[in-house]
């Protein structure tokens, strides 16, 4: 069954501020096997004009699809999450995630379509520094396989 096309432009509230590590960045680049300096020696960030060291492209995605969740698992929304798939992922950066950063998420319903049986959403999460400062916009594509026939 098609979702509501009224959520769609419906935004949920800030996410709590997440704070970005050193350690974590650290974590996520040899996760994905990034040796970057940059993510790792905050004086090779510096050398880069950076202040502290900063996240792979990609970190974004851990606080975004987290945020994401409240979407996700919105009752009245009813995306069923035991079919969905992760489909696409982009980002569109003012300035690259930092250790020491404290980052809040509003995610936005962009769209929702309904193709071959599919559920198709796609969620908007802008991110923002403990300034208000504009970071990084996430966009989630997710489909919802449509239900088996018994």
């Given at each position: ?55 792979p ?5 851990v ?42 998420v ?11 049986g ?24 997710l ?8």
């Amino acid at each position: 069954m098609a979702l509501d096309q009224s959520f769609v432009g419906r935004s949920y509230p800030p996410t709590s501020p997440y704070e970005v590590g050193r350690e974590k960045i650290r974590e996520f680049a040899e996760a994905v096997g990034d040796g970057n300096p940059a993510y790792l020696d905050p004086e090779a960030a510096k050398a880069l004009g950076h202040p502290e060291v900063i996240a792979p492209p990609t970190f974004a995605f851990v606080i975004t699809f987290q945020a994401a969740g409240v979407v996700i698992q919105d009752p009245l929304l009813g995306l069923d999450y035991d079919r969905v798939v992760h489909r696409e992922q982009k980002f569109a950066y003012t300035r690259p995630l930092r250790a020491g950063d404290r980052l809040t998420v509003v995610s936005t319903i962009e769209s929702i379509k309904f193709l071959a049986g599919n559920d198709v959403v796609d969620i908007r999460g802008e991110v923002h520094d403990e300034s208000g400062e504009h970071v990084v916009t996430a966009w989630t594509r997710l489909v919802a396989r449509a239900a088996e026939e018994a």
